[in-house]
């Protein structure tokens, strides 16, 4: 273990000694508020591919002696939980653990470096904030922002789906007729009471918004060459299509970066691009025949990618999503860095976290990583300037006497007094029986069946305590005997043999099949009022859609908890446990607790990929209070706190896997593979966990 530990000690330090002094790198004058970070986009079709080189590769390249034009643009992502989770309604979360904030650290790094980075203009790519009704989330924005205002830091701003009072999604070309710009209540919207066009108007850069308000363009000049930000909201109208076209109409000559809330979207492999039919219709209303549009960018889909089309006029244009909401800590401030560079007709693309190296040492866990290297988060566009943009404009920048390249100093400075926290890899059991066993464990669910072979009525799901199995119950038409089979599909963290696989479930037709414990088992009556820790390996099945599987649970229990003595909640046919896949695949831990059956109270994660395994653990641990959510070791954002345990209705009221409890019938079927999944009445460390090893 030592050993191992000093070789991944050395490959970090390793990588920190080549980012910094890369090829001699003499360090530009950067301010003394300067922080640091890094991580964020990727590459998609063959013709990207060809002109990606990685940032750290590229910077090579660059120390040739030669002056360099470039300048850079800031953009920020989603920042909708760091605007949430600031606020007094969610326990000033940041700045009790962290004592900063992180949009806060976003913008105030901008102001910082604007002069140093030689940063013209900063975009923001909506959901400012994560609950359109709380003032105080827009309170946090507001003051972020005026940062940038204070210090003559022009930007553009745009409204997400979460900025609107009605967020429909758009699934075709009737959805034109709602949900856009145009069938809103437009003097309601917080959107346009706290960044109205008057507030826009402030940027030196800003020209015009579209009649609704929602939409805006702004230009900036760099090098003698004057770009235009295209800044579309949430759902825009065909009259406000029809605004975008005559915009760039009116400025003929001017390369145009389209930025918008949702364009391009993620593969299930979490590194491909895919397009979404929102984004199709941009490109054939708005995109393909405007050759002046070279680049877009959206947030909104979580994680990065990169995809390369060709438009009417055959030339490229790059689609760029980048969305970190989902990450650690609603995303650890990441934000992105694009320095067009002139002089060697590229655009090096980098993402980074100002508020990382801001953090007290000992918060700093393994997701705290201040630079991401992969090659989907670190590349470089090829762009030949001149040849781009001959169809619209003659091409003559200023010419660069001096300078040097931006990000490689600015990665550097970022790095200069910064150490990344040792990361511990994990490492997969030796054996069905490599895990840390628990005394006190109440029961603990282990699939063991033959892999492929149909689970029959009856059929047990051992228990490793031999306490409490479970076996499947009997089939409620329309389920059939084969929706559910062993399967050897697992986590590679899990010792366990195998999994149970569900299919063929459907909420609109109510197909669901389960697991329970027997009636009068011990385990039906526990209400854990020492805290708990519960854990489960899932997987969600590749096929899932949210008309047919939303709300799928994992484990429940029998009984309303409406009968519960005291209860107030809503949805009182509802069981007093769900642990389930919402609607937008989160993972959402329900439970009524034992020190108060008044209301029930609710942990989420962020949106979980489909067809991959993960580890969930829920930890209440009752010296603080506190029920938190861990996504493969990650804690969540949106936790429980105030409240101790889960409360239960009686020996007569069995546990549940794979579906819920509604009123009399099982419903709400979970539909892909649940591996092993525990409980034990107390709360557990990481290194108690089922994904990690035993000790000999």
């Not at 604007?114 to 924005?141: E, M, S, Y």
Request: hydrophobic share 40%.
């Amino acid at each position: 273990m030592t050993n191992d530990d000093d070789r991944g000690g050395r490959r970090v330090a390793d990588r920190r000694a080549v980012l910094r002094n890369a090829v001699g790198l003499t360090l530009l004058p950067l301010g003394a508020g300067a922080l640091s970070g890094c991580g964020a986009d990727q590459a998609g079709s063959a013709s990207a591919d060809a002109g990606r080189v990685l940032v750290a590769d590229a910077n090579a390249a660059h120390f040739s002696g030669l002056a360099t034009a470039s300048f850079t643009i800031a953009v920020l992502p989603d920042t909708q939980f760091y605007s949430r989770y600031a606020t007094a309604a969610e326990n000033n979360q940041f700045q009790r653990k962290y004592g900063s904030e992180p949009f806060a650290a976003q913008t105030q790094w901008i102001v910082d470096n604007a002069t140093v980075a030689n940063i013209p203009f900063v975009i923001h790519l909506g959901d400012v904030v994560d609950q359109v009704g709380k003032p105080d989330q827009w309170k946090v924005a507001d003051a972020a922002m005026k940062k940038l205002e204070d210090a003559k830091i022009p930007y553009s701003i745009l409204a997400g789906n979460h900025d609107v009072l009605l967020d429909y999604d758009y699934r075709g070309a009737w959805d034109q007729a709602s949900g856009t710009d145009a069938q809103r209540d437009l003097k309601a919207e917080p959107y346009l009471q706290w960044f109205p066009a008057s507030r826009a108007a402030q940027q030196t850069t800003f020209r015009e918004r579209d009649g609704s308000g929602f939409h805006e363009y702004h230009t900036f000049t760099q090098f003698g060459v004057t770009f235009m930000v295209l800044s579309l909201s949430w759902r825009i109208s065909d009259a406000g299509i029809a605004w975008a076209r005559d915009v760039i109409r009116r400025n003929p000559t001017l390369p145009v970066i389209l930025s918008n809330h949702q364009l391009l979207n993620i593969d299930v492999d979490a590194t491909s691009p895919l397009e979404t039919e929102y984004g199709k219709m941009l490109w054939e209303k708005l995109i393909r025949d405007n050759d002046q549009i070279f680049m877009t960018l959206n947030g909104h889909h979580h994680g990065a990618a990169h995809l390369t089309k060709t438009n009417d006029f055959g030339n490229p244009v790059e689609e760029m999503v980048v969305d970190y909401q989902m990450a650690y800590q609603g995303g650890n401030a990441l934000m992105r860095l694009y320095e067009f560079d002139f002089t060697r007709n590229r655009i090096d693309v980098m993402s980074f976290s100002p508020w990382v190296v801001q953090k007290p040492a000992n918060t700093l866990n393994q997701f705290d990583r201040a630079v991401l290297t992969e090659a989907n988060e670190q590349f470089s566009i090829a762009i030949n300037f001149k040849k781009r943009f001959a169809g619209f404009t003659k091409w003559k920048p200023v010419l660069a006497t001096s300078g040097a390249p931006i990000l490689p100093a600015v990665t550097s400075r970022l790095l200069a007094n910064y150490t990344d926290p040792v990361v511990v890899p994990p490492v997969p059991p030796r054996d069905t029986d490599d895990y840390p066993k628990q005394a006190d464990t109440y029961a603990h669910w282990r699939p063991a069946g033959v892999a492929g072979a149909i689970v029959q009525v009856g059929d047990v799901l051992p228990d490793a305590t031999g306490q409490f199995p479970m076996a499947r119950v009997p089939l409620v038409a329309p389920a059939q005997v084969e929706d559910v089979v062993w399967s050897d599909d697992k986590h590679y963290l899990s010792s366990a043999a195998g999994s149970v696989r569900f299919r063929n479930t459907d909420k609109v037709t109510v197909r669901n099949s389960s697991f329970s414990t027997e009636v009068g088992a011990a385990i039906n009556n526990r209400s854990f009022w020492d805290g708990y820790t519960v854990e489960a390996f899932i997987k969600v099945d590749p096929d899932w859609t949210r008309e047919n599987h939303r709300w799928g649970n994992i484990l429940g229990r029998v009984g309303n908890r409406g009968n519960l003595p005291g209860f107030k909640g809503g949805d009182k046919q509802a069981s007093s446990v769900l642990f389930a896949i919402s609607s937008l695949r989160e993972v959402q831990w329900e439970v009524v607790p034992a020190s108060n059956a008044s209301y029930p109270q609710t942990n989420w994660s962020g949106e979980i990929m489909r067809n991959t395994w993960y580890h969930v653990a829920i930890v209440c641990d009752p010296k603080t209070r506190e029920t938190t959510m861990y996504i493969d070791g990650a804690p969540v954002l949106r936790n429980v706190i105030g409240e101790i345990g889960m409360r239960s209705q009686g020996l007569d009221k069995p546990w549940i896997l794979g579906a819920s409890w509604w009123d009399g019938l099982r419903k709400d079927g979970f539909f892909g593979w649940i591996g092993e999944v525990r409980i034990v009445p107390r709360p557990l460390a990481p290194d108690q966990w089922l994904t990690a090893r035993r000790a000999s």
